[in-house]
């Protein structure tokens, strides 16, 4: 049987973690190719694409968030707390125009690159 130590997480635990080094969200569970991080920018995103596929759960706050393959194929839609928003591997994307309660979970997974089944 497999065992992972915190494998539930609590929302209020997640905005008190602190970001790694290097990182702009702070790592909560990892397991394989997967990991759990919450991610709180104030201000601005300064996000790039990631290697791996991602899947943003909004915990709260509200904004709208802009994704595509390139600058020029960007597409902007909006999202309040509770949304899934996904983002494929080496995709641009950033969140714009949120309210300063934005905070969002992040999990990562999968091979570099993303799954393309």
Do not use: C
Request: no cysteine.
């Amino acid at each position: 049987m497999l065992r992972i130590e915190n494998w539930v997480q609590r929302l209020a635990d997640a905005q008190a973690a602190a970001p790694e080094p290097g990182h702009h969200s702070a790592l909560l569970l990892k397991h394989g190719t997967m990991s759990l991080r919450y991610y709180a920018p104030q201000g601005f995103d300064p996000q790039t694409p990631h290697k791996q596929d991602e899947l943003y759960i909004v915990a709260q706050g509200a904004g709208f968030v802009v994704s595509g393959p390139s600058e020029d194929a960007l597409e902007s839609k909006p999202f309040v707390a509770g949304d899934a928003i996904f983002v494929p591997a080496g995709y641009m994307h950033r969140f714009v125009n949120f309210t300063s309660d934005f905070g969002t979970w992040v999990i990562f997974w999968g091979s570099e690159g993303g799954d393309r089944s």
